[in-house]
């Protein structure tokens, strides 16, 4: 049994009603992480997943979908950052095709650089809309800091960024993989593509 | 006229070492209600998604063998052509609802804007289509906010609209109240009469009597039989098979009238009630 | 629950008009602050897109859209009031505090521009039927497969968050652990979350089952239930946003 090429744009069907169930599921995480009051987002579980499953063409759908449709329903922030949650789909999908979620080490590996990804995208977003914070009180703080200080707003706004994301983007990659580990296999090869093949 | 023609069909699925069905051969005529009886995991859905294309194009997996419905070979044309010939209808009522729509009406026309059916005909369809189910009234109502049995009777209605000429029902009462279940069975039974060829995965043997042709008995991939209704139900392997026998069946049975009549069983309440008078007269129920 | 978009169904002539010049309204009008970064600018967007959030007949609805990032833009002006790099001139002090003019300025400018921002987008949240915009775009090329893919994302969402209420009561009167320290609720997280995943994986499984049955793949022209109206009022309003997009162009080259 051959696996398609992972970005391909030929996406089947299954794939593409995996979508909407990833943007519920990142609804639902962060549904869940504020019932037992974490104190992490918790919200894209469901982009991660769908990268694990289905490739990063998908995940990215997922992670960019996922944004403008909190856009549009409750904080029209939200929406300019589905860059950033495509570009984690992105990183997720080619990287579990690489062979980065075959052991604990190599997966925490893998949160570090989503965290890394998401921070060096949304960065520039935070310095265009908002000179450079993030809204978060943790991390505005530290910006605050570093501004008075006089560090360059790249750096400090990065920071900012980076505190918020690094704790919150490594749970959720291995959340992801604990629970695709969970899944049983005929379940999960329906979301890779491969061919059919005579008895 | 011959529906449904398979030949040879064996089919395997992806990551499975099993047969998921061996060597099935059968003949469908036009306008018969067939019904699929045997145990779970005996293959009957997986016959069933075979004769719409599901199997193999959706799971792939290895397939082998013919099978042809309404003259298209499954192989050579694509799911959504061959929805034009022969539709399936699913267990679960909520997961057929495609979720994009937002009124019972816009639903069943969904399949028929895939298709490019030209908007007067999509209106007309839809509405003969909510009619014959008796959903006319929930038109307006969003999808997702109907009762079980409506539910299904809108998954048969998007099908129904796509005008097949064969359909396939997979189980379509086991999530449904008794209410939900003579629903779904009455809508059958009014398809049943405009000529279309019904095919029915049921477990439930009483109704699937009544209403069927003939029976299509399955056990680990394999046809064991496939026959009328009162010889396969009154098969003294059922128990074996996983399938249970009609209860006027098992009434007859235990009164040592099957001895009496073997293969001539009555399948319907009715007529088992006119033979057990006629065995002991008018003062037995 | 039946979807969850902010869309307030109304009928008014904002309403009336057909997605695609809304789309372009909101596109270009955002931009245009961006293009000529000048308050004066900004403003009268603001104002321009504001008359038509009025002509829509919901305004007030913008204020719960804006008040819920209010802290957001409180800090911004804190900060940048503070520590802009460019600041020069004392604005005033307060408790030991110095705020400076040209961090405020750019605080104030970043606001207006933010503003801006939702409510023009806001003409296609509250003004614009989610199904009506998404076929808008389906009619002129965008992937019948990938309008179905937005469109079912609306009403899945809170078909799952009505599963995930069972779910949740289910697995709390199992003994689930949704009080105590952080480590408790921490375990708790997996467990709760493990099974809405795999019943939903199920059911995007069925669904795309039942959405290939109704010839979903189809390889032809797609047709539609309903129908798109543009008004000659509409072509001129179009004629009108391309216009001011093509001066913000031609004004930015010129710096």
């Known amino acids: 049994m051959e696996r398609k090429n992972v970005w391909s744009l030929n996406f089947s069907t299954i794939s593409l009603a995996l979508i909407p169930v990833s943007v519920g599921i990142n609804y639902v995480g962060k549904l869940f992480a504020a019932t037992l009051k974490l104190p992490l987002w918790l919200d894209s579980i469901g982009t991660i997943l769908a990268a694990m499953l289905a490739g990063p063409w998908i995940g990215a759908i997922s992670g960019l979908i996922n944004n403008v449709i909190y856009g549009i329903t409750m904080d029209a922030v939200s929406a300019i950052y589905g860059i950033t949650s495509a570009a984690i789909g992105i990183t997720v999908g080619w990287l579990a095709y690489k062979g980065w979620l075959k052991n604990w080490w190599r997966t925490v590996g893998l949160g570090i650089i989503v965290a890394l990804v998401s921070t060096i995208v949304s960065t520039p977003i935070n310095i265009k809309f908002w000179g450079g914070q993030t809204g978060n009180i943790w991390g505005d703080a530290l910006f605050a800091t570093l501004m008075a200080k006089k560090a360059s707003l790249f750096l400090a706004s990065f920071l900012d960024e980076l505190l918020v994301d690094l704790p919150d983007k490594i749970a959720v990659v291995l959340i992801a993989y604990i629970i695709h580990q969970t899944l049983p296999n005929r379940l999960t090869v329906l979301f890779s593509n491969n061919k059919t093949e005579t008895l | 006229m011959k529906k449904v023609i398979i030949e040879g069909l064996s089919y395997k699925y992806p990551l499975s070492s099993r047969l998921a069905l061996e060597d099935i051969s059968l003949t469908i005529e036009k306008g018969e209600f067939i019904g699929i009886v045997g145990k779970n995991l005996s293959g009957k859905t997986t016959l069933c998604q075979a004769l719409v294309g599901l199997v193999p194009h959706f799971y792939h997996g290895g397939f082998r063998g013919k099978v042809e419905v309404a003259g298209m070979n499954t192989m050579n044309y694509s799911i959504a052509q061959l929805a034009e010939k022969i539709g399936l209808v699913f267990q679960n009522p909520f997961n057929q609802i495609s979720g994009s729509k937002l009124t019972v009406y816009e639903e069943v026309a969904f399949g028929l804007e895939n298709l490019g059916i030209s908007r007067p005909e999509m209106i007309e369809r839809t509405e003969n289509v909510l009619k014959l189910l008796d959903i006319y009234h929930l038109k307006d109502r969003n999808p997702f906010e109907i009762s079980g049995g409506q539910m299904q009777r809108l998954a048969i209605a998007s099908i129904v609209a796509l005008k097949p000429e064969v359909i396939i029902l997979d189980e379509p009462t086991s999530q449904l109240d008794p209410q939900g279940t003579n629903e779904v069975f009455r809508a059958v039974n009014q398809l049943k009469e405009q000529g279309i060829t019904i095919i029915m995965v049921e477990h439930k043997v009483e109704k699937l009597a009544a209403y069927a042709d003939k029976i299509i008995l399955m056990s680990e991939g394999k046809i064991v039989d496939y026959d009328r209704p009162s010889n396969i139900f009154a098969r003294s392997d059922l128990k074996k098979l996983g399938v249970k026998t009609p209860i006027f069946i098992q009434a007859l049975q235990s009164l040592g009238l099957d001895k009496k009549y073997p293969g001539g069983l009555p399948v319907t309440l009715e007529d088992t009630y006119k033979l057990v008078v006629k065995e002991y007269g008018n003062d037995q129920n | ?255």
């Open chain 3, 1 to 255: 629950m039946k979807s969850i978009s902010l869309y307030v169904d109304l009928d008014s002539p904002l309403h009336r008009l057909d997605p695609l010049t809304k789309i372009s309204y909101t596109l270009v009008f955002m931009l245009i602050p961006f293009l000529i970064p000048l308050k004066s600018i900004t403003l009268i967007c603001l104002g321009l897109t504001l008359s038509l959030l009025w002509l829509g007949r919901v305004i007030k609805h913008i204020v719960p859209i804006i008040s819920f990032s209010l802290f957001l833009l409180f800090t911004i002006f804190l900060i940048q009031g503070l520590f802009h790099p460019a600041n020069e001139k004392v604005a005033f002090s307060i408790l030991g505090l110095t705020f400076y003019q040209e961090g405020l300025e750019y605080a104030l400018g970043l606001s207006l521009r933010f503003i801006n921002l939702l409510c023009c987008t806001s003409i296609i949240i509250l003004a614009t039927k989610p199904s009506d915009l998404i076929q808008s775009l389906v009619r002129r090329g965008l992937s019948p497969r990938f309008g179905y893919v937005m469109s079912s994302v609306l009403q899945i969402i809170p078909q799952m968050s009505n599963t995930t209420q069972v779910i949740l009561d289910a697995q709390k009167s199992r003994g689930m652990e949704t009080e105590g320290n952080l480590f408790v609720r921490a375990k708790a997280y997996i467990p709760l979350l493990a099974p809405l995943v795999m019943s939903s994986l199920v059911s995007a499984n069925d669904r795309s089952l039942a959405l290939e049955v109704r010839a979903f793949n189809a390889q032809r022209k797609r047709t539609f239930l309903s129908e798109e109206k543009v008004t000659f009022t509409a072509l001129i309003f179009r004629f009108l946003i391309f216009f001011s997009f093509i001066s913000s162009i031609v004004w930015r080259l010129k710096q």
